[in-house]
Each structure stands twice: as C-alpha cells, then as structure tokens.
C-alpha cells in the first residue's frame, strides 16, 4: 500500500522535512526513555528535585515526540517509533545502568540536551525552505529543550 | 556502589518479586511504544476510535510502568528501561513499520495484550509467597489489560 | 454464536469465576434499585441525612455493578443485569412498597446490607483459586459494602 | 399511614399526573438497565462507539428517573421503581440475553426509545390540563429522548 | 422618564405578566430573607442539617428572585425589591423573631412553602394566555418549590 | 434518499414545526455572524463592554442555532445552514461594512434583536398545537433573546 | 426560652458587641437588597459595567451578612433580619423606584456605602474593648467597603 | 470616517497582510458553517465519530477565525465575515443539501481541507517579507489545518 | 545548636508570644486527636450528621494548629506537637474510650471546645503588647472556634 | 454498652484483624505526628524540599489512618487514637525536641518508617487467615510506605 | 485636580495612613523585582528550589503591593509605583548583577527581607490610632513576610 | 565568575539575540509597572473598563518579561531587571503621577504601547539571522501587543 495520506508539499519538500520529523521523533523517544530511567535511579541528596524534574522533562519529551509524529502523518509520511528504532538511530548519550548519583544524573542530562537541540538547530535550518509549518514546530522544540538545558546547567554550576 | 537502598524483604523473596517486576516494566514500555506507532499509523474507516482507542492503552501502560518500577525501588531493585534493554527483551510482538489499517492494528494490539497478560499471570503466581505487595500490584496490573484485552477483542467480534 | 471473547483462564476457573461476577452483579442492581426506591419513599425527621445517605449507597452499588459485569466480560462471560433476571435472582432483602418512616428504612438497609455481604464473603473464598483477579475485586467490594454497613449501624444504635 | 405529603393538586389532577409520572419511572428504569445490559454485552466493529453511547443513554434515563419520581412525590404520590415492578409493568422492548452485534443492538435500542417517546407523547397531552408542570418536566424527557431516537437512527441509516 | 424599555407585548399581555412577576419578585425575597432569619436561629438536635437545607432553600429563593426580576425588565416593567415594599406585599407567612427549636422552624418553612406555590398557581393560570414565556419561568419556580415543599413536609412527617 | 429519520409527529406537524425550525436556524446563524461582525468592527469609548457583549451574544445566537437545528433533526427534517442559504433568507437586519461608533452598533443590534424575536414569537403561536416540544425550544429561546434584547436597549437609554 | 448559646464573653461585652453586630446585620441586608435593585434598574451607556459592579456589591454585602449574624450568634445574641426589621432600622439611603439612569446610581451608591462605613467606624471604637473578636471582624468589612467606596467614587469622577 | 486604527506597518505591507488575514476569515468562516452542515444532516455507521469529529473542525474553523480577523484589526484593517461575503468569496468547495451519507461527508470535508490549506499557503509565502507576525499566524493556522486533513484522510484510507 | 532563627521581636516579646503559640499548638492537636476519636466511635440516630461536623472540626483544627505552629517559627521559636507533650500538656477535656451515643459526643465536644476558646481568650489578651502578629492570629483562631462553639450548642438546645 | 456494631466475621477473626487495625491506627497517628513536628523543626540547605516531603508523608499517614480506623469499626472494633495511648503504645521511634539539622531529620525518618514497615507486615501475615478484606488494607498501607522508605532512603544515599 | 476620591478619615489620619501604605508599595514592589532577578539569575546545586521560592516571594510581593495601594486609594491618597520611584525610595538592600550562587542569593534575600519587615513594624505602630484598618493590613503583610523570612533563614541554617 | 550556562549559538549570534532579549526586558518589566501605576491611578466615568484592562495589560507585559529573561538565561545571557536599570534604559513613555483621567490614561497606554512595539519590531528583523528561535518570542510578543494596541486605540476612537 502507498501513500495513503496526501500533502500539498513537493515530494523533495516531502523528503526533507518528514526526514527531520522522523528523526527528532526517534531522538525525543529516548530522551523520554532516559528521563525515565533517571527518574527510578537516581540517588543522593538532591533526589526529590531531581526526581521532579525529570518528570517535568519526560513530559515534555512525551508532547513534542507526539507533536513531531503528527506532523510527519501530516505531510504523508510514516513516523517510526518503535524500541528498536530508537535503539539503533536515537543521536542521545547513552545512559548507564544500575542506581545513579544525582550530581551525574545532572551531567548525564546536561549532555544528552545539548547533543539533541545540536542536531534540532540542524534541521531547523533544514526545513526552512522546504516547509515554514515543519520548521516552526521544530523552533517551538529547541525553545523548550534550551531552557531545560539552561536549568539543568543551571543545577550544575 | 552496592544497594543503596534497602528493604525488609529476604534477599530470595527480593529476588524473585524484583525479576517480576523487572520484566513488566520492560513489557509495558514496549506495549506504550507499540501504541504510539499504532497510534500515529492507524488508517481506516474505524481511524477515530481505535487512534484514541490506542492513547488509552498507552497512558494505562505508562501509569503501570511507573507503578511497577517504582515498586522495584521499594524493594531496592534498580529497573532498566533503557531502549536497548526494551528492544532486546520485551515479550509484546512486534509490529509491522509504515501504514496499518484498523483491522490489523486490532488485531495487533489483541495478540500484543494476550501475551502480556500470560507473562504476568506466571508472575503473579510466582510472586505469592516472595511478596504479597509486589503481587497485589501486579494483580491490578493484569486486572486492566484483562479488561483492555476484551474490548479490543469486542471491536475485533 | 459461542465465545466472542476469549480468556487465558482454565474453563473450570472461568465457571467459578464467572457465576461469582455474574450473581454478584445481580445482588449489586437490586441493591441499587432499592437505594433510589428508599431515596424517594422515605418520611420522618432524619429525612435528609437518611435520603442523601441513600445516594451515596445508589452511587456505590452502581460503579460495583459496572465493575463486577465488566470483570465478567474480560473472562469471557457474559452478565445478564435485566430486570428479570434481578426480580427473579437477587439476594437482597424485599423493600415494602410506599411511604417508609427513616427508622424503618434503615433497619430495612442494615438487614439487605448484611445479605448481600454474607453472599459476597462466600464468593470471595470461592473466586480465590479459580482468579486472584476476580477476588481481588469482590474484596474490594466487601470493603466498602461493609464500612456502609456499619454506618448504617451506627445510626441504628 | 395514609398521605404524609400534601399537595395543592385537586386529586383528580394529582391522580392522572401521579399515573404519568409512576409509569414513566418504570419505563426510564428499564431503559437504563437494557442500556447496561447492551453497554456490557455488545460485540462488533462498532464495539467502542455504541459501547460509550450506551452510557450517555442511561445516564439520561438515570437523570430523568430520579426526576420524574421526585415529582411523583412533590405531587404527594409514592413512585415504585422496584425491580419486580419494572420487570412486571415496563413498555420497553425485551433485550436478548448474552453477547450480541452492534448493528443488532442500535435497532434494539431505537425500536425501545420509539416506544418510550411514543408512550410519553400520550402522557404529555394527558397531563396538560392535570398539572402544567409535570407536563412541562415530561416535554423536557421527550425532547432529549427524541434526540437521543435521531442519533441511534442516523446511526442505522 | 418613561418606557425606556421597549416590548413585542401588548400593552395588556404586558401589565398581566409584569403583575405575575413583579409579586413573584416580592415573594421569593421575603422567602429568603425568612429563610436566613431561621438559617441563624434555629436550635435543637436537628440544627445541622435544617441549618443546610436552609441554606439550600436561599439560594433556590436568590436565584429565581433574579430571572423573575430579569424577566420583568425583559418586557419593560421595573420591578420593585426594596426593603420597605418586601415588608409590605410578601405573601410568606410572618416568621417570629429570637431563638427558634428545629420543629418549629420545620413547620413554619412548609407552611409558608404551601403560600407561595398557591400564589404562584395562580399567576401560571393567568399568565398563560398573556405570555407564554413568562409562563415557563413561573412554571419552572413552582416545580422547583414544590420540590422543596416535599422535602420540608417530608422531615415532618 | 428519503426520510431517512422517522418521527412519532403527523406529516402535518412536521412541515409546521420542522418549518419553524430551519427558520429559526437561519436567522441565529446570521445572528451570530453579524455578532462577530460588530465584535471585530466596533470602535469608540464603550469598545471593550461592546465588544465582550457581542461574544456573549454571538455564543447565545450558536448555542441556539445547535438546539434548533439538533430539534429539526429529532423530527426528521434536514436543517440548512449554508453560507447561501444565510445570505438570502435571514429575517435579520443588514449590518454595514467597516469600523463602526460604539452607539451605532448598539442601535444595529436592539433592531436585529427585536426582528429576530418578532417573527419567533409567530413561530411559537404556529408550533403550539403541532408539536409542544418545539413549542418549548423556542419559548427557551426568546426568553434568553428578550433579556438580551433589553440589557442591549438598557444600554441606548 | 432564654439564652440557649453561652458565650465566653462579661454581660456587658456581650452586650456591646451584640448590638453593633445587629445593627450591621441590618444595615448590610438593605445595602444587598438596594444592591439588587439598582442592579434591575440601571439603564444608560455604562449600564453593563454598572450593572455586573451592583452584583459585585451585592455578594459583598451577602457574604458580610452572614459572617455579622453568625458573628452574633457566636457570642449568644440572636440576629434579626427580617424584611420589616431591615425596612424600619436600616441606616442605607433610601433608593428610588422606577428606572435609573447610571450616573443616578453611581451617585446613589455612593453615598449609601458613605453612610454605611461611616457607621461602622463608629462600632469599630466601640467593640474594641468589648470584644477584639468582633472588633477584627468589623474591620474586615470596612475595609471592603471603604474599596468599593473608592471604586464607585472613581466611576464619578 | 477613515483610518480610526494605525499600525506601525508601511501601507504596501499593511495591504498584502490584511488581504491575506480577510480572504483567510472569509474561507474559515465558511469552513465552520460547512462543518456545521455536516454535522447536522451526516447519516451512516459512522454517524457518531463524524458528528463529533466535525464539532471539533468547527471550533477549530471558529478560533482561528477569531485569530485572523482580530489581526486584521491589529494592522488597521477592517474584515467582512457577514454572510453575503462569505457566500460570495469563500474558498471553500459547496456542500450539498440534505441528508448525506458518512463516507460522503468524509469526501467532501478531505476536498474543502484541501483547498483551504492551499490558499494558506500562498499567503504564507505571501506574507513573509509584509509582515512575519501575520505570517507565524498563518502558520499556525496551516499547522491545525494540515493536522485535520490527515486525519480525515486516514478515516477515508 | 541554638537560635538559627532569628527575629525582630526582643527577648520578652518573644518568649510571651512563643509560650502562646506553643500552648495553642497543643491544644489544637488534641482536639484534633479528639475530633478524629469521636469521628469513629459516634454512635446513635444522629450519626451522620456528628460523623461528619466532626470531620469539619479536624481539619479546622489542623489548619490553625500549622498556623500557630509556622508562627512559633517565624519569630524564632521551636513548636513541639509531639504525641507525649500532647498527652502531658493539652487543655482540652479527656475523651472516654469506646463507642459513645452521639448526645454524649455533644456535650463532650461542646465542653472541650469551650475550655480550648477561654485559654485562647487569655493568650489574646497576653500578647497584644508583645506582639499584634500573633494576637491577630489567635483572634482568627478564637473567632472559628467560637462559631463552632455555637454550632455544637445549638444541637444540644 | 457492649458492640452496637456486628459484623459477619467470627470472634477470633474479629479479634486479630482487630488488634492489627488498632495497632496501626496507633503507629500512624504517631508517624503523622512526628511528620508534622519534623516540618516545622527541620533547618538546613535541603530545608524546602524536605519541608514539603514531610507533608506528603503527614497526608499519607492521616489517610491511612482514617482507613485502618473506619475498617476497626466496619468489622464491630472501636479504635483508640488519643494523644495518651498514641504516647504510650506507639511503634514509631521517639523524635527529638527543638531544630533539626534536615540530615537528621531523614535518617530519622527512615528508621521510624522500617520500624512501622517491619510491624506491619507482620500483621499482614497474620490477618491472612483472619480477614483478607483486612489483609488487603494493609498490603496497601505497606505498598505506599515502603514506597516512601525508599523515597528518603534515596535522599540520604 | 484635588481629592477626587473621599474619606471618613481625618486629614492627619489619612497623612499618617497613607504614608505608610505608599513607603510600604515602594518596598514591596522593589521585593518582587529582586526576586525576579534573583530567579533568572540564580545558579548553583539548588537552584531549582531557590528557582521557585522565588517565584513564591514574587507572588506574596506582587499581591500584597496590589493590597496596599488600594488601601491607599481607598483612604484617598494616590500611590506611587513608577520605576523612577521604586528606584529612589525603596527600602530594600541592592541586589548584584550578573549570575549568583544559591547560597548568595539565599543570604541576600534573608537580609532584604529582615530590612522590609523592620520598617513594616515601625509603620504598624505608627498607624495603629490613626487607621485600624490599615493597620490590619500591614499585620497581615509582617504576618506573611515574617513566615519567608523564617523559611529563608531555614535554608541557610 | 564567567559564563556558567553554555549555548550552541555562536559569540556574535549570542550578543544580538541577548541584547534584543534583554531589552525586552526592561522595556516589559517598565510597561508592567506603567500599568499597575494607571491600574491604581484611573478615575471618571470609564474606570472599571480601563481598571480592569489595565490588568489585563499587566498579566501580558508580566509573562512575556519572563518569557524573554528565561530565553536570555537559555542562551547563556544574564538578564538585568533592577528597579535602577528600568529606570534608566526603559523605552516606555514616563507616565504622570497622581490621579489621571480615564482619557489621559488611554491615550498614554496607547503611546506607550505604539513605542514598545516599534522597538520590537526593529528587534525581530536584527534577531533574525542571530537566532530563530529568540526571533519566534519576539514575534508572539509583537503579535499580543499589537493586539492590545489595537484594543486601547478602538477605545479612544
């Protein structure tokens, strides 16, 4: 079967930018999945905060993993989100296993986030041609991914 | 670092109720993760219901996830939901990339369930005399997928 | 048309547990009916504390009844709650018909209470080999049914 | 104990409103356990849709049997609302036992409110010169169940 | 100033309609100021819930007090809720002054009750042919009291 | 396709009250687009009341509109509320182009309000014997119309 | 009957505080019920703005009332509020029949509320040594007074 | 009277975003009066996901409608939303009359979503160098709309 | 470790305040603990309506036991709640063990709360000089409690 | 007065639930105690976060409290939860007076909730037999403290 | 323009008054400005709590500066709280640019919080014969601020 | 100490983003303070409108202050929002002190307003290159206040 979902864009818009959806999908899959991780593992005196606020960035993960996936459905292309997906393709920091201190837990964040909203600025300026719709979602993304890496760093100084 | 965190439980019974609960919370991240593929790759003349069918199945199988693993913490057992632990042990089906209609996401998501439930009755057995709590969770757990299991056997009747 | 909805349940454990849901729902309905018919019949000086009170038993065997029917059909069986069959089955005490004075309404209630938990009680241990899941809930049930159960006492002593 | 609650009705106009009155509670009663009984037993493609439109219908007849009896007794009339007497005096049509099609059971569902509304109408002109205002309480009963009597056929067409 | 509120009435159908409500306006304030007055008074071993159910009965009073008022300047009559006119047109039965036992509060709310609904019948007569939609909302205030001369009555009972 | 919807009404009453209805859902819709109109183009020192005004009556006209076009339904008759349909048949005044003075706009709507309630008014004396159910919505709906109609006179005067 | 509530409070105290009290009883009832007056009343361009700041004042007025009454009751002294009581002792400015231009109101409200805080200055002084209970209590209602005096004085300027 | 609103845009600017801002209210509001349509007379197995389904366009169309026309108005320009405007200018594919089947209705509404969202997106780029702020709405607006649809689509898939 | 609080009071202030705050702080927690006593062994026709005034009553006396007790904090002084400072220094009357007739409840509340509001009494007038922070703080407390006074009288009158 | 309250359970039965119920009212009553005593004494960099861990430790505790307590009564048991038998037969391990370095306060915290944890448990197996309505509560009681065992534990790693 | 808003007050009242209230909304509006700074800049192994403590001062400051300058207007006296203004008067300590540590800002706050709190009590003494009702309101503002200002210490403890 | 919070953006992109966010700033943080000024200030006829939009205007300028300083502190900028650097470096129009005509208050809202926007505007073309996502607040910013620009012009027209 193809092409069930038609689009107005042309197909090498099409391409690039459910290239950049599909990928931030994946990567804000396993940021949710880390987050998760953190969230049962970490230890140590900062736990309560830390544990908090892993949530709150799970939660974030989780809504723009979704909003990224529609807009992919949205342009006629099929998103991708499966475990071993994500597994093999995922651009985040691998996250160890077993109880974690919260000083590293912070660290481990702190890098993943950059290493994703890295890879988010590049297909911002991907996509700006080939769809302004695909490009705004993905500035909506980075804006909120940035100011979690500013509080996390900020936990970190 | 060694067991941070400890437990009145005997090092058996910790055993044994920990690997029950380990193996649910990486069945049910997969089983959320199966419903957002779904979710987004639903087509079909019954694509309303069963797309937000499938945000039910995955807001139940995140709240169990939360349940289960932070019942692994109670008992000082640190759980792994990291994407390749998922992708590498999960006991869910897996489930086909790109474009579904609605007959075969049903049917997916009923052989997905019945799996998962088989698994966790074994486990509810298994964890009788190891931990009554450990046992009650997991009784809930397969309570609703039981009841979820039914009503996506009904759409499928 | 035999057996739409299918169970991972034994035959003999899905019978055992099966009849347990299917009368409990039956005594759960009545119970229900002869809330609202006390609601609107009762006279006397503690007119409203004993007509709110009876809301709140309606509102109770109501979500019981939903809950019990819905376990049934998650094994596989299907619950008969017509009005027939409730005239014809339940366990719980006839209500006489017209005004009621709020002193005999409440023995009334106390006497059907303590019917419908003895009943329950006998299904419990039943359900306990064929389904945990099955007891699990009927536990629940006679938890509450029990606590009104002594409210309704207290008010009589 | 012969008549606790006065009214300002003449007894010729409390005894046909109170008739009106008594005979909808029945009927609305076994409306809302046919809705059950259908909500719980229902099996097919349309599974969900009928499935929650059968809850908005008996939280409708809920809603207008408690306020039908409690008119009842506003006028000084005791309603029965009992299981025998539903049983014994309902206009509704039988509903089959056990699982049963989707299709099947939206015709069950719009052949009884046909004959609800039907019933209601003849009470809506009996009661205008008894009491405007029980007339006025079953105009509202049948402006929603009419409704309800279009969405259950615009369901069929 | 005159008739700075225009109507689609005639001036014949206006003067019936705007007596109706302006007499209802006056009624239903007495009715909550009585109400208020027994709210503070009451003593005795029913105090709490006649005490609520007081409340409950200035409220209905309130809010009908204002769509009867709002009703009235809808068809350009100015109704009169002042102190002095409430004093002197109320058709509510005086209500004594100090400290007052529950019975006797109880009694003397359904008395007055029973004196408002009957004035009430006759405004509903009267206005019918004057104008429909007042009608409706005097129809509306007496289903409401009636309801809660039930409630009184049946306390006394 | 015909008749797709059946109703308890006679073949009479229905073209009576089903007539009544497709016109009252005309002149609403034009209501509210007129409300939006005024809401947008209103300008002058009474701007924000005049302006939040509007929205309240443009959410009264779509509330209404539903009601009535969901009551045609109830009785078998399609409702037609296109574009088209509105621009040549509503009984509603023409509203001018461009910014328009606070007083003006005020006036504009009083005159609308009181053709709209007019031929409403026709509509309840027609509908009466042809179906009281009608009869009712409409009544519902001048009353709300006519308080509007006098808090937006109350403002010119 | 006498003196069913004891208090903590000297005869004299009681005394004191009871009749200030009493008397802001009756003087807050007859600002709600010319609070609601005008709110029925008021036409002119502020008319909106005017007639939503009356209810404002009027759920002022209400809810001081109350908390004065019970206030009285706390300390042994029954509060009366009745109509012809607030008709006869009220210290408000009479309010004129009929329709009210706006600006008429506003003046009329402010010199009510002027005369109103005025006099509860006065049992400010007085309570303060009687009962520092009441005394805080009356404070709190000028000082909500003496806001919205300003509110309504703004309007006029 | 010219001009009463400035805008700190230069007049070419000024002309193409409010070109582009009033042929959008013109196609939206259209779009909303269409989903209405609909909603009322769709018929068919799907009846009850398709009406809801169209509720949710229709809020959709209604907000953003709101959005457009009011930044019309932030850059000075008046819109037209009146009914003859829309009927002649509108964008939007006619709906027929009467009954329709589902599966019709779906058609049809994929087919009006399309020619919407084409129109925007010349506007969008037409938008860009007059007046970015107009543009992130249409963006927006475009993001909504292409969401819509796919899913539309994928119920026709 | 001493004083890491520290306050703007002087030493004498300080200690008549603190000794205020620490002897409410007591008492407040057993009525508390009494509140919840009574709660559970209530018995008798008026159980329901005791059940729950004394429900009201805990969570009254909690708020302001945090109250006082996050007073004593703030100007530098330790609050201690412990069970046996409780048990050794309360004020309240001493509760009987076992059920007890809900008269009997009354009348032991009534007592209790009375002893509680005339310690309050001397602590107002003790701290007024040393500090109005706190004296406004055990007014608002007397104040409630002193309504609760009357309340539990009245149902005793 | 001996038992107003019956129960279906047999005396033996009756007497251990009871005694596990009783006992844990206790050790709860104490622990709410000392979480609120912690509350207000705690000082130190982690100040706010353990400020507010320990009132979600207090509601947990009262909870419970409330549950274990209703359950004594519903099986015919009158618990005793006054300060002088909390002080005198608590579990919970003895909290010291004055500021507490917020260090101190968790390991403190810790060791009371394994030694309450310990008790109840043993109750757990030793109301099996006895009441499995009972057994229930308390495995729901453990299940949530162990999970904030584990919580301070983590803070303190 | 002069005194367009009147008092009850004397002139030299309302000088004293007033003076305090207009020294107390500079304070408190440079308090909520410094919080803000503080909780942008705010870096260090805290920060999340800090982060949102802050947010907390900034609320308090923020309504009880809205509180203060109506009492202000209220009492006729016109308050200042431009920039220029807060700039010059206030009585808080400077804050320093540029990132800050938690353990700085904890300190930081701790001493502007005591420096506004030490005038607030001077102001307090000084209104107490000229306004009771302001007096209240700077009792409720020391009552707030003194609690943060224990929880500040707390933290630095 | 220099630079804790790192960022992607290059040095160059990072000054013109940072200086455009940080004048925003203070530009917000003074129009917030303009408004509380007005908010307080405003007498005549218009007050309740212009009292109440002025809230409206402050809550805006509040959240989008702290959208802007946030998105400095995620680019690694400290933002700088000190009673003396709004005095200093705001683009607001001074606004007069002492009580201000609702005319005057409008026409200097509206200038303010004017000046505040063009700033804005010059800063989202000079953020473009710098920073896309810095650009995209400047936009929603621009966007909201040319909104209330518009509303506060149609007022004075």
Redesign the interface.
């Known amino acids: 079967?193809t092409d069930?979902?038609?689009?107005?864009l042309e197909p090498e818009q099409q391409r690039i930018a459910g290239d950049a959806l599909c990928a931030t999908v994946v990567d804000l899959?396993?940021l949710s999945?880390?987050g998760?991780?953190a969230h049962?593992?970490?230890?140590?005196?900062?736990?309560?905060?830390v544990?908090e606020?892993l949530d709150e960035l799970v939660d974030t993960a989780r809504g723009f993993?979704?909003a990224a996936?529609?807009?992919?459905?949205?342009?006629?292309v099929?998103?991708?989100?499966?475990?071993?997906t994500?597994?093999a393709d995922?651009g985040a920091d691998?996250?160890p296993?077993?109880?974690q201190?919260d000083g590293d837990v912070i660290r481990s964040i702190v890098s993943t986030l950059?290493a994703v909203?890295?890879r988010l600025?590049e297909r911002?300026d991907a996509s700006e041609k080939a769809d302004?719709?695909t490009?705004?979602?993905l500035?909506?993304i980075?804006?909120r991914l940035?100011?979690l890496?500013?509080?996390w760093?900020?936990?970190a100084?």
């Open positions: 079967m069930p979902i038609s689009t107005v899959i396993d999945l880390i998760k991780q049962w593992n970490v230890i140590g005196p900062r736990f309560r905060t544990h606020a993993t979704d996936a529609e807009r992919a459905t949205a342009i006629g099929s998103p991708d989100g499966r475990a071993r994500v597994a995922s691998p996250f296993e077993g109880w201190q950059a909203v890295r600025r911002i302004p719709v490009q705004d979602l500035i909506d980075a804006a940035e100011q890496h500013w509080m760093q900020a936990q100084a």
